[in-house]
């Protein structure tokens, strides 16, 4: 398939079949998914990745692959998503393999989906949510130029935690890409 999103090094495009093993092994890691409610068996992965593909191509959304272009590694997901705690928001959410953590992969992804989000789908704005404690998602927030809006607590599964809720508005990003 051809990618969605294209960057300087990274490539974002739907799910293929060939993804499913990087995909269990992504949320097979306790440190990918350690603010994420835990890892996901094999079998829990490869219908998440089942159900991202579907509305994918249903509605545009998705946290889809980010394949380095260089080799063709598979270095984790972003993209854009509708949370059930805010379901009139769109959030722009990443997760990559730790081997490829402190690179700026996520935040030279996110800022290819925000781009994507802004220009093309016209959207008014994106939110990001991530546990108080998730001190690397804030810092992409922040690079992407999202400012914090609020804290909330949120509750999944039965378990509540604190997150912090980043905020940035198309107008606020139309006028960054100008200065």
């Known amino acids: 398939m051809s990618a969605l999103l294209d960057t300087p090094r990274l490539l974002i495009r739907p799910f293929e079949p060939g993804d499913l093993p990087d995909y269990q092994r992504l949320n097979a890691d306790p440190e990918v998914r350690r603010y994420l409610g835990g890892t996901l068996s094999a079998d829990a992965a490869r219908d998440e990745m089942e159900a ?30 509708v949370l059930d705690w805010y379901p009139d928001d769109t959030e722009i959410g990443w997760r990559l393999l730790p081997e490829h953590w402190g690179q700026g992969y996520a935040t030279e992804a996110a800022s290819a989906w925000v781009g994507h989000a802004f220009t093309i789908l016209r959207l008014m704005r994106l939110i990001s949510v991530a ?49």
């Not at 994918?56 to 984790?76: E, N, V, Y």
């Not at 599964?157 to 100008?178: C, M, N, P, Y």
């Open 52 to 81: 991202i593909a579907r509305w994918h191509l249903k509605s545009g959304l998705g946290m889809l692959p980010i394949i380095r272009k260089s080799d063709g590694a598979f270095l984790g997901t972003c993209g854009l998503s």
């Open 131 to 179: 546990d108080v404690p998730n001190i690397r998602s804030h810092a992409v927030m922040r690079r992407l130029g999202m400012r914090l809006d609020h804290t909330a607590t949120l509750t999944d599964g039965g378990d509540s935690f604190e997150a912090h809720i980043h905020v940035l508005d198309a107008t606020d990003w139309h006028a960054q890409r100008k200065l």
